[in-house]
């Protein structure tokens, strides 16, 4: 199965206006995560009001370079490196995933509609995102070279720039 990118966008544009926008998903996402996985609470120290913005941020990155792997491989290997700091656990991903995708369809079926097709292509979308990510922070060695010729330090932070979770240019601009 491919990835049907239109929908993505789609689903991701009305996720930021619908049912109180992009502010209400973030932290509805966060509210679900901390009462369905109770034990990735200790992971984040930035306030929910505050780490909402990089989560939304970060997914809005993403869908706007899915389609460019040249960029989106090593935002994400960063991402996956940036997170070992984080204590972020390979079974994690999969509850974030899971909750994320729970969120959406809450969020998006209160002022429209939230199909099979949506909830498969983000499940799609989310296990190719964990899995990349996942293999970042399993091997950070391997991707050393690619991270520094895309502007990231070795920890998956960039250079200069406090949001390593915000793609740069006029291809993140089109995301926000």
Do not use: C
């Amino acid at each position: 199965m491919s990835l049907n990118v239109a929908l993505l966008r789609e689903t991701f544009e009305r996720a930021k206006v619908e049912n109180g926008g992009a502010t209400a998903l973030g932290m509805s996402f966060y509210s679900r995560l901390f009462e369905k996985y109770p034990s990735v609470r200790p992971l984040f120290s930035t306030p929910p009001e505050e780490q909402h913005k990089k989560l939304l941020a970060s997914i809005a990155s993403i869908v706007a370079a899915v389609e460019k792997p040249d960029m989106l491989l090593p935002f994400l290997h960063a991402m996956g490196i940036r997170h070992l700091k984080y204590k972020t656990e390979n079974a994690h991903y999969g509850a974030v995933a899971e909750n994320l995708v729970a969120v959406l369809a809450e969020h998006l079926s209160k002022e429209g509609e939230w199909t099979d097709e949506m909830r498969v292509t983000w499940e799609a979308a989310m296990k190719t995102v964990s899995d990349i990510m996942i293999e970042a922070a399993d091997n950070p060695a391997k991707f050393q070279a690619e991270l520094t010729a895309a502007g990231f330090e070795p920890n998956g932070f960039k250079k200069n720039d406090p949001r390593p979770w915000v793609l740069e240019g006029e291809l993140a601009k089109s995301a926000h």
